[in-house]
């Protein structure tokens, strides 16, 4: 099952990175721009989850969430706010008006991405999978463990998450770049060596006294979890 996560946004590269990251996280997504519009759009289908920015043509997102709260079928959509920096009172009244949650512009990409799966978790639990396996590797995102033929790995918070990260998507290979927007955050600055280096870590934690490596490494282009892996083994 795909959660479906629609966006209502008028910043256009904003909605883009939060596109980008939530299909690469397996979601189907779907933008609007406006208030009103997606109002009207949400008379005719229900999402799973609404990020809904603040200020926005149309109506705005706190007029939009409270109308949402008064109708039967979107009484309980999860939604969470963008709002932006220093609207300590606004957020509490956002908040008061229905919101599940909020985030602060600018926020760092992983972290949204991990609120959203929460509210997911508690509110959608069936859509949300929790354990990803692959080939003998076992790696559960709720208790942050890792088994690998059901045997316990010991994995620091970066290598976890880059092992999550290159999981969700077998085969698929991600620039060193794109690793480092998906796993550290676009706004840290962080060089790209970095996950070279990170990688090394997680592949001697992974492949200890072992033969098969799940991680390939792709000249000239990057990392990717070894589909290879998923099937062979
Ligand atoms: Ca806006």
Redesign the pocket.
């Known amino acids: 099952m795909t959660p479906r996560v629609m966006i209502v ?3 256009e590269a ?1 909605s883009l990175l939060l596109r980008y990251n939530l299909e690469a996280e397996g979601y189907s997504v779907e933008v609007v721009p406006r208030g009103d519009d997606a109002e009207t759009r949400l008379r005719e289908t229900v999402p799973d989850l609404l990020l809904l ?5 149309g109506i705005s ?1 706190i007029e939009l969430c409270r109308r949402l709260r008064a109708r039967d079928v979107t009484r309980t959509l999860p939604v969470i706010m ?1 709002t ?1 920096r220093g609207e300590e009172q606004e957020r509490i009244r956002g908040l008061a008006t229905g919101a599940d949650d909020y985030v602060v512009k600018p926020f760092s990409v992983p972290e949204l991405m991990a609120r959203v799966r929460a509210i997911l978790r508690r509110s959608r639990p069936e859509v949300i999978a929790s354990l990803l396996r692959a080939g003998d590797i076992e790696l559960d995102r709720e208790t942050h463990r890792v088994r690998r033929s059901g045997r316990e790995l010991r994995l620091g918070p970066t290598e976890f998450r880059l092992l999550e990260f290159l999981m969700k998507s077998p085969g698929r290979v991600f620039s060193r770049e794109q690793l480092l927007d998906g796993v550290w955050g676009r706004d840290v600055y962080v060089d790209e060596r970095t996950v070279d280096v990170h990688i090394g870590r997680l592949r001697k934690a992974v492949n200890r006294g072992r033969t098969k490596d799940p991680i390939r490494t792709v000249r000239g282009a990057g990392y990717a979890f070894d589909d290879q892996f998923v099937t062979v083994n």
């Open positions: 946004e008028d910043e904003l920015d603040w200020m926005l043509p997102g963008l932006a």
